[in-house]
């Protein structure tokens, strides 16, 4: 008993589909002491007792509900006020009382007319199960096993009621949510009635065509598939519809008007429409999809076990192999395109979590975009004004570079924007990007100081001032940011960076004509341009290569081409070290393709000298550090890293050196630096089991590091889908690592 509710006797009314699945499901889980149905065929009671369905059936249904701690009412919607009416007088003040029905409206006006006062034990509920048969005979005992029940309690709702209700349904196997009243209706016109009308709407249309029988005869899956709701029974939807009138014409209206618009797109002959209405579509069923599955935006080919990833000993680095795209670059490609002014063709994309949220964003804000397919994109740009408000908040994953990038491309927009993600991004300080553009004029409200949720008010046209600004910390998100929104400001924005960062949205702004300037430190933007579409050839990612090219230099006879590189000045710090300590690394094939020089890169077996690096002034990130530990780790002696407590993203570079430490690497923290000692090119380590703690750029690290062991290893706790690198796996394997998934 909880405040005075009890559970032991529940009285179900209505022994058809739902009402009798329900009480199978309960008696099966023991949930109450005794399950009483009540039926008005007699055929529903009949099969209820002979499937042990109920106890018993009762016929007077005042004595039943006067006996009953909860009555669930699964009637028809269009019944439910006359039942509510029948029973009022019995029911107790610690009676719990909920229903089963698709609307929720028109049951709580009623029963607000009715109960007087409010029942505290009143908890409307609809499970989010069916089928297109009814009755007893249709029930089944697992139809509400990993579905979900909406519960809507009312302002007069008791938290015992509600808890008691809850558990009840989970005991079904049901995931149970909560919703208010209004919203559960929108919500199920649009998810739920909508559809039905449209499924009973077309097979009538088609059934009334002389040719119907051919049409039926050779109907495609996706037809069949789609209709199958229109052999629901039609009196229930009937009293649905009528019942959930207002919710489901509002959503009517929306969907007619849009497919107007289609049908205007495909009479004209309108590709572009066209386009945009499918890939919006299939996008958005995608993302969906991904969320009641729980994945990420990237589903990868190959996944690291989250147990365990074993790295055999006889492991080579012999091969040639292409990176995936850079993953700065494409972020700005993305962005810059849908900005131009026509079509932009984008390939060599990388395709992971971050840019992914960077293009469905795009998307949500009315940009046609076709693909990627193997990293081919097709940006149908709407030029500098064309962007839409997007219809709800954008969600931006894990992703730091979208977040940081579009808080300043949307804080020059004319329309509202709300910026969400994931709980981990969440945590990222947007102060270094908010306060200078709220001295451009911006208006940027965030309910945690300068972290998510973050919400941006439209601004009039000319608002956005230019503005002179040095940038203390070193960072390219923020210089992007403040220069994606310098191209909607009056006058020249002049940016001054204390220390130089990758210069990509430089060079990218200036590949689509905008008037943009670098001297040294400094970059001023015109705030009056035009972005130019055109074709973006994205080079490899050369901090993911950077695994490989570690790996080559410590591993005995290695012999590897890194096909295409980006090796914009800006990004070859890591590359520039090794070279300094030994390192066998030789460009070739240099290029320049939108203003980005790029290379293939040979890369052999080294004797590597140790060094002292001052981490300020490198810039790398993440993967490069932790592969820039690997290799100090098989250097001919002590290597120190300097500023070792200000770098980002500490705790993947803190596992590496756990991991290393414990392979037997020698490794300090003395003040500041980090003191490692390397044990040359010759020294076997001994295999132990490491523990990734779930983070990816710590497990590809002490991957690379395994080769040099004298038997396998294996690295426990390896994140499952490798966001920051998905492609990790397939192509360390291409080049002889002996990789195995295990546990």
Known sequence: MIDGFKSDRILIVGLGLIGGSLALALHKAGFARELIGFDLKSENCE?????????????????????????????????????LERIAPYLRSNTLLTDVGSTKGNVVTASRRIFNPMLSGWVPGHPIAGAENSGMAAARQELFARHKIILTPLPESSAAAVDIISSMWRATGAEVLTMDVDHHDEVLAATSHLPHLLAFSLVDTLAQDHENRDIFRYAAGGFRDFTRIAASDPTMWHDVFLANRDAVLEVLDRFTDGLSQLRTAVEQGDGVTMMGVFTRAKAAREHFSRILAGTAYASPAHKLSKKALKIGAKSRCIGYVSMPGDKSISHRALILGALSEGQTVVSGMHEDEDTLATLQAFRDMGVVIEGPAEGLVTIHGVGLHGLRQAPGALYLGRSSTSLRLLTGLLAAQSFPSELTGSEMLEECDLSAIIQPLQQMGAKIDAKREAFLPISISGIAADALQAITHQIETPSAQVKSALLLASMYAEGETRLTERVKTRDHTEKMMAAFGWPIQTDGNVVCSSGKGQLLPGRVAIPGDISLAAYFMVAALITRDSDLRLENLGVNPSRTSLLDLLIGMGGLIEQHAKHESNDEPGACLYV??????????????????????????????????ESVLLDWNRVAQVDALNITVNGLQKLGIQIESKDDC??????????????????????????????????????????????????????????????????????
Not at 51 to 79: F, H, M, N, Q, Y
Not at 612 to 636: G, N, T
Not at 706 to 713: D, F, L, Q, W, Y
């Open 47 to 83: 099969l209820a007792l002979a499937l042990d369905a109920v106890d018993r059936i009762e016929t007077d249904l005042g004595r039943a509900v006067a006996e009953a701690d909860i009555v669930v009412l699964s009637v028809p919607v269009k019944a439910m006020e006359g039942v």
């Open 604 to 637: 052999r077996y080294s004797r590597l000298k140790p060094c002292r690096v001052e981490l300020s002034k490198m810039h790398c990130s993440v993967e490069e550090l932790a592969a820039l530990l690997i290799a100090l780790s098989f250097a001919e002696g």
């Open 674 to 743: 980090l003191l490692i000692q390397g044990v040359g090119s010759e020294v076997l380590l001994a295999g132990h089991e490491l523990d990734g703690k779930g983070n990816s750029v710590a497990s590809m690290a002490l991957a690379i590091a395994a080769m040099r062991t004298g038997n396998s290893v294996i690295i426990e706790d390896c994140l499952g889908d490798i966001p920051y690198f998905p492609e990790f796996v397939s192509i360390a394997q291409s080049l002889g690592f002996e990789l195995q998934s295990i546990g």
